[in-house]
């Protein structure tokens, strides 16, 4: 077995080796080529919730599972209740040695929602443009789930056998946001837990930035995130007709509530993680915003750091618990004054902080009694519970990094997004979010317009991950 599995690396290492910055024109491996093929079926299967089918795209894959090998008892095709298009996939692969904890891969095939008539290009369609390709789950998450199930099916094709056993969890409900949508996860470990239990899983959520000159700056484990929690603010009126407006309209209210909330800045709240990155990360950069995250790691009160930091998005957001208002509904009628006005309010809080203390800084800042701070009626995830700082688990990922991104750092992070980990936490599987994607947040569309990856991140990082778990699989 372990003959076959150098052989397997050994190739995978010849192909890096040879081609480590694959340029989207160039020609593809056979490999890649059959790669490409799933990951457009996936990409061009809409599964959005409103009218996509993940059952559809489960079956799909499922279908190619089983032609390179796998048999019906090894592979669960569930539908929840009630569902009939939110079905996901489970695949187990025995191991030959049942002593060694199971691994297994999740990854999300639902997306979020995206309007045709919003985006420059089909979201729905596959498009390779400029070394990127287009589409709605082009990141997030379906180039983890193409990648996860090719690797199983060329682990059948190559007749490479894993040393413990390997799982495959394809789950639909990740995006959802609100309490019509069953989170695929969240249902098997309440009904179907056997089919996720195991020693330990590699998820979305790591990942990286896109360096000045191209490829990743640096790799993230995810080995800790934030929780959401949602909140709505109201304001009620009697309202009356529109030919006689009042000063307590309460649209005007609600908005001049939601300008005070855009000024909210929490404190920075630190953990050992999210200061040794801030550190690290801070010590490689060469330029202002890297000298401010030395100095805040060191020493958070700096406020000519902290004024730095603000003002870079996706760095302030890993420091302290953030709140954006994200959805409005008012008024009944154009002729008639508003009677109720709310907003939505989503809160992603920084472990160590509750709802309770982040509703009460909502409060706080807008000053209003008569704006209603409620706790939202939508399904929350469970408290995140960060995995354990394994080096079983952290010194291969750094180890097989150096070889596919050499001078690249490989190091944890705390994500700011939440993810299906905190659903596995809750059954006892510590969760990692696998390093090996990387994304220019600035410009990714993730959950927004265009979204997109690079053809260069998508094929280096799916060598990377395809070596990672196969050291996995047979350690």
Known sequence: MKSRLSSFLATASLAIACCPSLAPAAPLRPDQTAFRDLY???????????????????????????????????????????????????????????????????????????????????????????????????????????????????????????????????????????????????????????????????????????????????????????????????VTNPGGHSSVPRPDNAIYRLASGLTKLSTLQFPIHFNPVSRAYFAKVGAMRKDAVGDAMERLAAQPDDAKAQAVIAADPSL??????????TLLEAGHAINALPQRATASVNCRIVPGETADETKAAIERVIVDPEIKVLRSDIAERPVAVPPPLDPAILKPMEQIGAKHFPGVPVMPIQATGATDATHLARIGVPTYGIPGLWNDPATAGTHGLNERISADALYRGRDYMDDLIAYYAAH
């Open 40 to 234: 457009k079926e996936l990409v061009e299967t809409n599964t959005t919730s409103s009218v996509g089918s993940c059952t559809q795209a489960a079956e799909q894959i499922a279908g190619r599972l089983r032609k390179a090998g796998f048999s019906d008892d090894q592979l669960v095709l569930y539908v929840p209740p009630g569902r009939p298009r939110d079905g996901g996939l489970v695949a187990t692969w025995s191991g030959s040695d049942k002593a060694e904890p199971v691994m297994l891969l999740l990854a999300h095939i639902d997306v979020v929602e995206a309007k045709r008539e919003d985006w420059v290009r089909d979201p729905f369609k596959l498009i390779e443009e400029g070394g990127y390709f287009y589409g709605r789950g082009t990141s997030d998450d379906k180039a983890q789930a193409a990648i996860f199930s090719d690797l199983l099916i060329r682990w059948k094709q190559t007749g490479f056998h894993p040393r413990r056993t390997v799982k495959l969890a394809l789950t639909c409900g990740e995006e959802g946001s609100n309490a019509k949508v069953l989170n695929g996860a969240g249902w098997l470990v309440a009904n179907r837990p056997e089919l996720l239990k195991a020693g330990f899983a590699f998820n979305e959520g790591g990942g990286g930035k896109t360096a000045p000159n191209g490829g990743p700056e640096t790799l993230g484990v995810e080995v800790g995130q934030k929780s959401p929690r949602n909140f709505v603010l109201e």
């Open 316 to 325: 302030n957001s890993i420091i302290r618990t953030t709140c954006v208002a």
